[in-house]
Structures are given as structure tokens and as C-alpha cells.
């Protein structure tokens, strides 16, 4: 029988491009965390890695092919604490890429004065993206979402006190903070979502004696 050879050997010398995160943001309707990223147009890529960040150790959290640009990591607990995620591609000989950003979503807290009536919103500032500025979202009773601020002082602090007549006694207030990308007008990132209930206390306006005993 014949035997085949060949002098010719393929080595892969193609660097898979270095891959990033768009952003990471809240899923309103799960109230997870979900990783977005731009496809990466390298020819030999074989898929992604999405790892979270633990002080300089980078934790695989996850691996796709390359169909995927999206993630959503159900054991997160967004409302609870923050998390900050990473991201790599690599080709079918699982030459990885250097991972290079990481980004971490805002986390909100909201705290209501029953006497002047007002919301007190602080929140984390956003890391992955340079933020244009914070929007503040608003919502009653479960209704649709409206704009209540644009905040700019994107250096901080990031607190912001409100009173809105919209607001009655007994709602069920829900805030939320979207950071907006400085880089590209259509990347956003939104927070977790927090409730309060809305409970005024009425202040007496009139005071008055109504008896007095004179004792000799």
C-alpha cells in the first residue's frame, strides 16, 4: 500500500483579538446580573470565558462557544452585594487572550424620611466604562419606570435627595440608578432595583392648652 506524507505543517500564528465587556448590568425581570459583550471578529475563535474577580484572582465562572454574547450569572445577588466580572476569548487551539478590563455594576440604597417627606438615594459609582452621567429611575406602586434625574457629578458623591408630590402616603416606591457609557451613547448599565414603602407622618400645626389649674 502507498504510503501519504506531507513537508507542509499549519501552525496557528493568528492572535485572537483582546475581547471586552460592553457592560454589566441588572435583568429587571430576574433581578440577576447579565454580561454583554461585542462579538470579537477574530477567524479562529472557539468561544469565550467570563470569569469573576476576587481580589487579583480571576475565577472561571463560565465558558461558551462562540455564538454566545451574553451572560446572565444566576448565583449573583444584586440587591446583597456587588460583583465585578472579567472577560477572555480564545481560538481552537485554546490560545486564551489577556484579560484587560473589569467591570463592576452600581449598587443602590434608598432610605425614606417620613417627616420632610423625602428619599435619600447613594449609590456605587460604576467601574469598567467612564460614565457620561447617572440617571435616577423612579417607579409607583409597580407602574412603569420614569426618569426623576439626570445626575452629573459623576466624581461624587453619589447621593441625591428628592421630593416628588407624584409620592403619596402608603405607596410602594422603587428606584433604580442607570450609569450611561462617556464612550458610546447606546452602552448603559443599570442597578438593582430598591423598594421602600412610602409613610408619612402628619406634624401637628396647632398646639394649644386646654386646661390650666391654678393652685394657691
Known amino acids: 500500500n ?28 430576574n433581578g440577576k446580573y447579565i454580561i454583554g459583550w461585542k462579538t470579537n471578529t477574530s477567524p479562529d475563535l472557539a468561544g469565550y470565558k467570563i470569569y469573576t474577580v476576587s481580589g487579583t484572582n480571576n475565577i ?3 465558558d461558551f462557544d462562540n455564538a454566545t454574547n451574553q451572560f446572565t450569572d444566576y448565583s449573583s445577588t444584586p440587591s ?7 472577560i477572555a476569548a480564545y481560538d481552537s487551539c485554546n490560545n486564551i487572550t489577556a484579560i484587560i478590563d473589569k467591570h463592576t455594576p452600581v449598587k443602590v440604597s434608598v432610605s425614606f424620611d417620613s417627616c420632610s417627606h423625602s428619599f435619600t438615594l447613594t449609590w456605587s459609582g460604576y467601574i469598567g466604562f467612564p460614565v457620561a452621567k447617572y440617571q ?10 420614569f426618569n426623576e434625574k439626570d445626575f452629573l457629578n459623576v466624581a461624587g458623591p453619589l447621593k441625591y435627595t428628592l421630593t416628588d408630590t407624584a409620592f403619596h402616603d402608603g405607596d410602594n416606591a422603587c428606584f433604580f440608578i442607570r450609569a450611561r457609557s462617556a464612550n458610546n451613547a447606546s452602552v448603559s448599565s443599570s442597578s438593582n432595583i430598591e ?7 402628619s406634624l401637628a400645626t396647632i398646639n394649644y392648652i386646654s386646661q390650666v389649674n391654678v393652685i394657691n
Open 136 to 145: 435616577i429611575f423612579a417607579s409607583i406602586n409597580g407602574g412603569p419606570s
Open 80 to 86: 446583597v452585594s456587588t460583583k465585578t466580572y472579567s
Open 60 to 62: 472561571l465562572l463560565a
Open 2 to 29: 502507498p504510503t501519504l506524507s506531507s513537508d507542509t505543517l499549519t501552525i496557528d500564528l493568528t492572535q485572537t483579538a483582546a475581547q471586552f465587556i460592553d457592560s454589566v448590568s441588572v435583568d429587571p425581570i
Open 195 to 201: 423598594c421602600i414603602p412610602v409613610k408619612f407622618i
